[in-house]
């Protein structure tokens, strides 16, 4: 029975552990999680039969939980130079009205446009800081690039989670750029840059 349950444990700490789960793991589970009840009921004490029934019901709970994980979507890794180029051709003269770039609290970047065409993205950087990202964003398309990043900066300094709205004015003139706070994210990521670090 001992063997058994830690046998449906295994099955479990496999179906976390593999990218996606395999079915083999989900029977082995179920198996043997079976096998370790029977074998209490029929040979065990009392004390043993509640054992084996916990350790079970906390393997298929944790079976569920495991493949209600799996169903969520994930937020795609990008190429920060392949993130920057979209946005910047989202901020060109032919883009949308207003592109809104953020860093949520969790550490992906965040984009909306509004306007034809209208689009929503979250992506995670491969590498580099996501903060850096959105300045240099800032700093090639803003009308006032350097008064935005100072804003930014001291946005996140004060530890409010910012986003900048790049409103478009004219065909050649740039971009407005608005540093507001993000709703819902109003933590700041921790990100591992010396510029960006947070006190």
Not at 2 to 29: F, I, K, S, Y
Not at 154 to 181: F, Q, W, Y
Request: net charge positive; aromatic share 6%; with cysteine.
């Amino acid at each position: 029975m001992v063997v058994a349950l830690c046998l449906t444990v295994w099955d479990l700490l496999r179906m976390w552990l593999r990218e996606p789960p395999r079915w083999t793991d989900r029977l082995g589970l179920a198996f043997w999680g079976t096998v370790s009840v029977l074998a209490a009921e029929r040979w065990g004490p009392h004390w043993l039969v509640v054992v084996a029934w916990s350790v079970t019901g906390f393997c298929m709970l944790g079976a569920v939980a495991a493949a209600a994980v799996g169903a969520l979507p994930t937020v795609p890794v990008v190429d920060a130079a392949q993130l920057r180029q979209r946005l910047l051709a989202a901020c060109g003269p032919d883009g949308p009205e207003t592109t809104t770039v953020g860093v949520s609290s969790t550490g992906f970047v965040a984009v909306r446009t509004t306007g034809a065409p209208s689009h929503v993205l979250a992506a995670r950087l491969e590498r580099g800081c996501p903060f850096c990202l959105v300045e240099e964003i800032l700093t090639e398309v803003g009308q006032d690039a350097e008064q935005a990043v100072e804003r930014y900066r001291g946005e996140r300094s004060r530890g409010v989670n910012a986003m900048a709205v790049l409103t478009r004015t004219a065909p050649d003139a740039g971009r407005r750029a608005d540093i507001l706070p993000m709703t819902g994210n109003r933590k700041p990521f921790r990100a591992a840059c010396a510029t960006h670090a947070l006190p």
